[in-house]
């Protein structure tokens, strides 16, 4: 965590550096993978409004895992019922795993209802991904039966 905030120093005193799209990626996972959601979330407003970079699906991907890692489920939710007609199949799947791995099964619920309903139109990612939401469910049926005392036969 150390090197992750010294080096998210070095890039924030960089002058003269314009960064770019692909730039804001790296600095999203990067929070992301550390759990530095408000340092994400500043470098995310920086991108918008400071450098008027134009937001892609992977930056949506980066601020999805960045705020599900960190159990902001509801507030990744509402942006991605607000975006949905941009997004892809993936955003949802980032907020159905965020819900498996902090056992929010009604918020699981409606949205593998709606992965179910969206990837049907999608035929060319469909089974990839319905696979994927399958497992994640899976997932969380498992844990949730856990907690309510099931024991395998």
Known sequence: M????????ILNRC???????????CL???CSHAGLVDEGMGFYASMVTNYII??????YTCIVD???CAAHLQEVENMVMEMAWKLHVAQWMGLLGACRIHGNVEMAKRIAKRISKWSLKML???WCYQTSMLLLVTGIFVRMLNDIGWQEA
């Open 15 to 25: 002058e003269g550096v314009q960064p770019n799209d692909i730039t804001f990626i």
């Open 2 to 9: 150390g090197m992750v905030r010294k080096l998210l120093n």
């Open 28 to 30: 999203l996972s990067t």
């Open 124 to 126: 060319l990612v469909t």
């Open 54 to 59: 134009s937001l892609k699906l992977e930056h």
């Open 66 to 68: 960045l705020l599900g």
